[in-house]
């Protein structure tokens, strides 16, 4: 493996979000039970249109956008289930932009799931700051020797394994290079 996390973690994140998502479709397929046998009796087909049904009325279109977010989640959270299985690092944009989701669903509809995904949100992102990618290649080792290192740095030579942690040269052991 060419990089990842210094110390493997837990896979847990991706499996939670997929969870959610599995729960989502499952109160889907109750709550929309009556909508979806009229789908599947009218022979799937464009039977899903974009015309209002009524004031407070939950409709096919409901009904599919509803199961389809359900089924994203369950394939984002696989996505992250991989990566974190793999020791692959997940983009650090990845925590923000779920945590935002959670907060802006969760404020619009207050008794929603949305909520849920703020657990995974401050999981990946701390999971994120504390993660140290290690430097394995010459290249990458003498790029990062020549940014952060002065031309005798002994706590460098010393390891042989400078590390990355938020574009800092970190010390197989944990401690920063920069500023030293």
Not at 17 to 38: E, K, Q, T, W
Not at 58 to 79: E, P
Not at 113 to 131: E, K, Q
Request: glycine share 12%.
């Amino acid at each position: 493996m060419p990089c990842g996390y210094k110390q493997r973690m837990r896979a847990w994140i991706g499996k939670f979000v997929a969870g959610v998502g599995v729960v989502h479709c499952f109160v889907g397929l109750v709550v929309f039970r009556g909508i979806f046998a009229d789908v599947v009796r009218d022979g799937l087909v464009n039977t899903v249109t974009w015309q209002p049904e009524g004031a407070f009325a939950l409709g096919r279109a409901d009904a599919f956008w509803f199961m389809a977010i359900g089924l994203f989640w369950v394939l984002l959270g696989a996505l992250i289930d991989h990566c974190e299985r793999a020791g692959q690092p997940l983009p650090g944009f990845l925590g923000w932009a779920l945590g935002a989701l959670a907060l802006t669903g969760g404020l619009m509809m207050p008794p929603s799931g949305w909520w849920w995904f703020l657990i995974p949100a401050l999981a990946l992102l701390r999971r994120n700051r504390h993660a140290e990618i290690a430097i394995t290649n010459d290249a990458e080792r003498d790029v990062v020797e020549a940014l952060v290192s002065t031309p005798s740095n002994p706590r460098l030579e010393r390891t042989g394994r400078p590390m990355l942690r938020h574009g800092r040269a970190v010390l197989a052991a944990g401690r920063s290079t920069a500023g030293r």
